[in-house]
């Protein structure tokens, strides 16, 4: 072919066709780094579909509640975030990693809206206190997005886990590898999922037990990971590899009516990997 002979139009179709489409964008990517007590993670990020991936390089177990509105002022967060009774209405929870011990990560994948958001640990260490009360709290700051910047793809799911009151429901069951999961919230609260890896033989009675005898001795399960949030109507991702064994399924939010957690309404689900 000589592109000496061809109109401009056949040197523009030819130049097009030579041209491949830019993949699509995934999410942006934010590492965030747990120790005993403290988060490290950037102090401004841009809105949009984001992958919070937090490394615990603690010696404690640790969590990642991002909690946050538009309009409201980092004071005004730090008050309701420390306020006993209901959390208030106005509080966005987008999602964030779930539980996982030292030397372990956990990841959530949300749509951030701009505003102020605070970045907070609420496990409780051996002696009864909890992170956030040691310090474990951390301002974020999500801006504009970038101009110019391109749409997003979120992940695909292989698995849904549809959160309401009080209760999980798998599109399928959960198997051994790999699982990228979709969490949605039908309300009509907020809910959360953490996966806790039971030891062989352990219910999750025995988990609790541990908890409240001053998690002495070796522990009866392991967290690995899930996804805090999102508020009703909302929707999320979290990436978790699972290895056979029994697991239980757990809400710890404070229920919107009493204060108590989810699981003390049922929100507990033991099931079997394979």
Known sequence: MNL???????????????????????????TITATDFAFGAPDTIPAGLTTFVMVNQGQEPHQVVIQGAAG????????????????????RFPGGPGVVVGGDS??????????????VCYISSPDGKMHVVKGMARRLVVGPAAAGAPARTEP??????????????????????????????????????????????????????????????????????????????GHGYFTVTLTPGNYVLVCFVPDAK???????HGMVQEITVS
């Open 4 to 30: 000496r002979t061809m109109s401009w139009t056949g040197v523009l179709m030819v130049l097009a066709a030579c041209q491949k489409p830019a993949p699509p964008a995934g999410p942006n990517v934010v």
């Open 72 to 91: 409201k002022t980092f004071e005004e967060l730090e008050a309701g975030m420390m306020a006993e009774g209901p959390i208030p209405e106005w509080v």
């Open 106 to 119: 956990s990841n959530a994948t949300a749509d951030m809206a701009p505003g102020n958001y605070m970045l």
């Open 156 to 233: 695909t799911a292989d698995v849904v886990v549809t959160l309401s009151d009080y209760a999980f429901a798998l599109s399928t069951p959960l198997t051994a590898g790999a699982h990228t999961i979709r969490v949605e919230n039908t309300g009509p609260q907020l809910h959360e999922i953490g996966l806790i890896r039971l030891a062989p033989g352990k219910t999750f009675g025995d988990m609790v037990a541990w908890e409240q005898g001053g998690m002495k001795g070796e522990p009866p399960a392991r967290p690995v990971g899930g996804f805090i949030g999102p508020n009703v109507g």
């Open 258 to 264: 009493d204060g108590k957690p989810h699981l003390m």
